[in-house]
């Protein structure tokens, strides 16, 4: 990019001479010299940064979601390590014949590289990095739900590199057949926490003491725990389960039961009530 120079003209102003003395001429002192005039100020050239926009290679992904853009192109949500949640192009993946049509499915890890400083990037590769089983039936639609928490509750370009590896472990032990309702529970727990919209489970708000076994409390989404009240609309859990969910103990089955409902009412809080598609689906067909 070529850069302008801006020259600026430096004009020698007249000097008067000074009026001759009637008496006696006395010469006028010398005058002092002028300081030599500063270059003018180029300005700076844009760097390439600017000019070409932020370049990322070889970045650890996944596609969380992805709808059409024109005739051939798509536009696809991706899951990245180290640059959270970003939105990009994919030119002509939608054509027969493209690299990226057969490599941008949902739950494949992914090495991807993108240009572009808008908040729509232009994606420039993207390769299959393998090593994890596929989804099926109900591991799939887990699979789904945790995109759309992802899609729902993550905002754009805020990395969690530690929420990016436990996806990649929840996918891990979906694709094991580990306890769906126990590997959902961990990972919406993990999802709160990253995104810092979750309390202390393990110390009341009120008393400031630690939970307490035996005492029955509701959960403020706001605050944290505290001892359940007559009026309370909220779900009521036992501290064991505040403790056990901390301590990530999902053996014991009412853990199970309480940690669904009550996550169930964080998740609804922190959408703003906006519904769980995939959830509801889960709902029906096996109430996790």
Not at 4 to 19: C, G, R
Request: glycine fraction near 4%; charged fraction near 25%; hydrophobic fraction near 40%.
């Amino acid at each position: 990019m070529s850069t302008i120079t801006l020259d600026a003209d430096i004009a020698a102003a007249p000097q008067q001479a000074e009026p001759e003395a009637e008496r006696e001429v006395v010469p006028a002192p010398a005058p002092a010299a002028a300081p030599p005039a500063a270059p003018a100020k180029r300005p700076r050239a844009p760097s390439r940064e600017r000019t070409f926009g932020t370049k990322v290679t070889g970045q650890p992904a996944f596609v969380l979601h992805s709808y059409p853009y024109k005739e051939t192109s798509l536009i696809i949500d991706l899951f990245t390590r180290d640059f959270g949640r970003v939105a990009l192009i994919a030119k002509g993946a939608k054509r027969p014949h493209s690299q990226l049509r057969g490599v941008l499915q949902t739950f494949q890890p992914l090495s991807s590289s993108w240009v572009g400083k808008s908040e729509l990037r232009t994606l420039t590769e993207a390769e299959w990095v393998g090593g994890m089983l596929p989804l099926e039936k109900t591991a799939l639609l887990c699979g789904f739900y945790l995109n759309e928490l992802l899609v729902k509750l993550l905002a754009r370009d805020d990395a969690h590199p530690r929420l990016f590896d436990h996806y990649v472990a929840t996918l891990n032990q979906l694709a094991h057949n580990e306890p769906a309702p126990i590997v959902l529970r961990k990972f919406e727990r993990a999802l709160l926490k990253e995104t810092g919209v979750s309390a202390d489970l393990t110390r009341c708000t009120e008393t400031r003491r630690a939970v307490q076994v035996d005492v029955v409390y509701v959960v403020d989404p706001e605050r944290g725990p505290r001892p359940e009240r007559a009026a309370d609309p909220w779900p009521r859990v036992a501290g064991k389960t505040l403790l056990d969910m901390e301590r990530e103990d999902y053996q014991d089955a009412a853990t199970q039961a309480q940690s669904k409902q009550l996550m169930r009412f964080l998740l609804a809080h922190h959408l703003g009530g906006a519904p769980l598609n995939t959830r509801q689906i889960l709902i029906d067909l096996m109430q996790l």
